[in-house]
């Protein structure tokens, strides 16, 4: 597995889009919907092929009848980070490696881009959301590639977990210096990056 990018969930879009525009001071530009899911993103190109999404569920589009991703149909309050996803070459093989909960499988496409994600049935990832999704991209080349850079850098995501050396033993070999885990008496995440305004944090 390796990191692919980080989400930042909102009641809707133009929040978490604000949310990130204003912790990093950089614009976001527009991503497209997920006709499977019922929601839609907006997307910012990191360094070193990473990004960020904001998303949030699409009001235009009529329920999907099944749970949405990233636990969207349970979330409210304050915009904030809620997701990392991570990649791999073939999904089904990871997925007997990790934990039952991380999901099964769903094929999915949004213009050109196609890609297959783990999703749990009641959309809830394993440690309350602190355990990345995992994506398989069916494309010749990774969407970042594709975005605008605005001079964002990610430093350093910190997972907090009550038992984050658990939540760090499931991941296997995973290994990523910008990736630490951290015993918290509750779940959350905080992402720290250089930007063209100096150092910045996103919650």
Known sequence: MQFDHLAVSGNTLAEASDHIEQALGVA?????????????NRLLGLADGLYL???????LVPNP?????????????????????CRCDDIVETLQTLPAGAGHPVDLTRGALRWRMAVPQDGILPFHGAFPALIQWQTTSHPAQ???????RLQRLTIAHPDADRLQAELGCFSDPRVVFETSTAPGFSAAFDTPHGARVLQ
């Open 146 to 152: 594709s975005l605008t850079q605005r001079g964002c």
């Open 65 to 85: 009848g099944r749970a949405r991703w990233f636990d969207l149909d349970r979330f409210s309050g304050a915009p904030r980070l809620t997701n990392w996803i």
């Open 28 to 40: 976001l530009q527009d991503g497209g919907q997920h006709g499977v899911f019922g929601t839609h």
């Open 53 to 59: 999404e904001a998303i949030a569920c699409d009001p």
